[in-house]
């Protein structure tokens, strides 16, 4: 039952985190982030706060990082620094999804989450050597696909499941001009 629970739980939160991210990134606030992140000194001098707004990003993160790490521990049921943060748990395992997946975008590390769990699961009973694979898929697609693997579906596809950046449309009144 606890398993259960705490497979429910993680799949809500999930949810929530990715429709909070999204909703985020496409407001006011989204946006001056993006500002910050190309040029912290251009996005001062049009009126952004930047205190304030990297203030709140840390802190929604916080929150939802320990949100998350509230339901690592229910489904562990043991607390302790080593498991906690150890590396082997889920440093390397974080930066393994976020590069497979593609790196600034929703899309990257959920499909980054899915990689790793069909390589994990498929390649389990070969032990430690699963690493080895891991890391040998890594390489490869940082080679092949620089973007991730998301970012290769995007540039082929031209397909976006959340779509966060801005275009300019061309109307009717301004063509005629």
């Known amino acids: 039952m606890r398993e259960a629970l705490s497979y429910w ?14 909703f985020f990134l496409r407001s006011r606030q989204g946006l001056a982030l993006t500002a910050i992140r190309d040029n912290e000194l251009a996005a001062g001098s049009l009126g952004i706060d930047i205190w304030r707004t990297k203030f709140f990003v840390y802190v929604v993160t916080s929150a939802f990082t320990a949100m998350v790490g509230a339901l690592i521990f229910l489904q562990k049921l043991r607390i302790s620094p080593d498991a906690a943060f150890s590396v082997n748990d889920w440093t390397a395992f974080v930066i393994f999804i976020v590069v497979i997946g593609g790196i600034g975008t929703i899309e990257g590390p959920i499909i980054g989450t899915v990689v790793f769990f069909v390589l994990r699961e498929t390649l389990a009973d070969l032990g430690t050597t699963y690493l080895i694979v891991l890391g040998v898929v890594a390489i490869v697609v940082m080679l092949k696909a620089p973007k991730g693997i ?13 779509p966060l950046g801005y275009r300019v449309m061309q109307t009717k009144n301004s063509k005629e001009s």
Do not use: E
């Open 150 to 162: 998301w970012g290769l579906v995007r540039s082929r596809y031209d397909l976006q499941l959340f």
């Open 9 to 22: 739980l993680a799949l809500g939160a999930a949810i929530l985190v990715v429709i909070a991210v999204y």
